[in-house]
């Protein structure tokens, strides 16, 4: 018995054709096995934490999931209002103290690289905060009934 053991098996290198022989005197028998490497289902995806309100605090992750065993370097950026980026299966993109200019689309890149692939993996997907503008009160108060003379004060 003779065991060829590949590890890790790679995409870029172990797909194809093998071919084992075996020969017993002047006999020679040939057996082709072939072997297909799939990438694993590598997924990315945003998850909002927090209140998309006005004054209060909101964070969004982007997470890589299913790259564990391809010995990956994993690049990741947001892009919208406001941005980040950096390396890992995870990045976050606090909000702080939301005011109506962080409202918009905010999109998550990620590029997965490793030896063990043929080509590079790009994921993405995107969520829309949505801000909604606080309601806003308004009170005139007149000391003169309903009449506004010019040159009387008038309080808003």
């Known amino acids: 018995t003779l065991d060829l053991v590949l590890d890790p098996v790679s995409e870029s290198m172990n797909g194809g054709v ?3 022989r075996v020969t017993i005197g002047g006999a020679t028998v040939d057996q082709d096995v ?5 990438v694993p289902d590598v997924t990315l995806l945003i998850t909002p934490s927090g209140s998309a309100v ?5 964070t969004l992750t ?7 065993n391809l010995e990956a370097t994993i690049s990741i950026e947001f892009t919208g209002p ?3 980026s950096g390396t890992g299966t995870s990045l976050e993109l606090p909000l702080g103290s939301l005011d109506l200019n962080d409202a918009g689309e905010y999109t998550c890149t990620a590029t997965v690289s490793s030896g063990l692939l043929t080509n590079n993996l790009e994921l993405s997907d995107t969520e829309e905060v949505n ?3 606080p309601s806003l009160s308004v009170d005139v108060q007149h000391d003169g009934g309903n009449t506004i003379y010019a040159g ?3 309080t808003l």
């Open 34 to 38: 072939t072997v297909t490497v799939q």
């Open 54 to 58: 006005v004054g209060m605090g909101y």
């Open 131 to 133: 801000i909604p503008i």
């Open 18 to 20: 093998y071919r084992c």
């Open 82 to 84: 406001n941005t980040a």
């Open 152 to 154: 009387s004060m008038l």
């Open 62 to 68: 982007c997470t890589v999931s299913g790259a564990d």
